[in-house]
């Protein structure tokens, strides 16, 4: 199994940064690729940013330019450097990987972030 431990979140004025940081632990050797996903009020999950271990990285058309995913293998760490946040940034935000075992999908607990002046 693989646990996700997520931090960093806040309240941040329009234009700020943010960076969030989600420590894996348990059997990180089945882990392929880890994400970042995010849900506002009435709205679907939604991919933010994700990166595999093979150097994959793919970014929301809405983030391109403003989020950078990075990924610490030796501290089996995944970070989310946000910059100039709009209030549509506005969520929760959730940590993922997904493995090679089951279950195939594991989710951090998300942690809230408010872009509000």
């Known amino acids: 199994q693989v646990q996700l431990v997520e931090s960093g979140g806040g309240l941040v004025q329009p234009g700020g940064s943010l960076r969030l940081s989600c420590a894996a632990s348990?059997?990180?050797?089945?882990?392929?690729?880890y994400g970042w996903y995010r849900q506002a009020p009435g709205k679907q999950r939604e991919l933010v940013a994700s990166k595999s271990f093979g150097g994959e990285t793919t970014y929301a058309d809405s983030v391109k330019g403003r989020f950078t995913i990075s990924r610490d293998n030796a501290q089996s760490t995944t970070s989310l450097q946000m910059n100039s946040l709009k209030r549509e940034d506005t969520a929760v935000y959730y940590c993922n990987v997904k493995r090679r075992k089951w279950p195939s999908d594991v989710w951090g607990q998300g942690t809230q972030v408010t872009v509000s002046s």
């Open positions: 348990g059997d990180i050797d089945s882990i392929s690729v």
